[in-house]
């Protein structure tokens, strides 16, 4: 095995034994699975802001046709984690490059895993496709969404509908990047039925995918788009309003948690919050801030 690849096995061995003790603390969350009141009205679920279901389910596009699926009744993270570090080490081939081709093709191999997970039968039933996350692989900064909605379904890309317009909005006009710049994923890779929110299992199934994301784009800067993100990459039951507006650890990445675009868009009065939390992002990565309001805080 080469360096990189036992690098990256390392990481997800240490990654499965801080998703045990994860495990421990999302017990304690799992008995308010819904989140508080509070957090509901803080960041609720996202039904009004995503595009209305399509009538009839389109087949699966042939770019995402079924390869055999993972025997959903044996796995579990334990399972996964293993799959991921065999396609890893595959994906690793001859090099230890540590460059766009490199991750490109390392993103790939966990996407293709991705593709063939039937670890949550409510969404793969209900799923066109799995989306993986999309951008920079060697960006600095990574968004992290909650789970893809109606547009991103039929896409298979994050962010692509409405909120994801903002998104772009609050990154180039707001942040002065470019959206390809920056890595874009989410907690979870299936569109929950109706646009719920994903649930605790849901959520802690597709935690190695998420992990192997990051541990392959390795950011300095993580932002949290919602309490759904927020919570779960953090392992915290906090609500969105107090987790925003200071900067968390994750990994060895400086967090920092907002609200989640479509709250923005059914919220407008809390884009000045959003603003505020960017410019901290901002601030943490060195970046200029400008003096003037930007449109997206309009
Ligand atoms: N909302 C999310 O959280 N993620 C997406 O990809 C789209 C909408």
Known sequence: MDKLSKTSLNYYLSEYLADLKRAGVQELWRGDSEGSAAERRDDAPQSEARPAPRPAPRPAPAAVARAPVVNASSTCANDVYAELARALEVAAGAGAADDVVSRTARLRAIAAVVARCAQCPALVANRTQTVFGKGNPCSELVFIGEGPGAEEDLRGEPFVGRSGKLLTDMIEKGMGLSRSDVYICNIVRCRPPGNRNPTVEEARACR??????????????????????????????????????????????????TYHPAYLLRNPSAKKDAWQDLQLLMRIMGLAIPTKKRSSES
Request: aromatic residues 4%; hydrophobic residues 40%.
């Open 208 to 257: 190695p995918f998420l992990d192997a994301t990051l541990g392959v784009v390795r950011p300095k800067y993580v932002c949290c788009l919602g309490s759904i993100a927020a919570t779960n990459l953090l392992g915290v039951e906090t609500s969105i309003g107090r987790l925003r507006g200071m900067a968390h650890e994750h990994n060895g990445a400086q967090v920092v948690c």
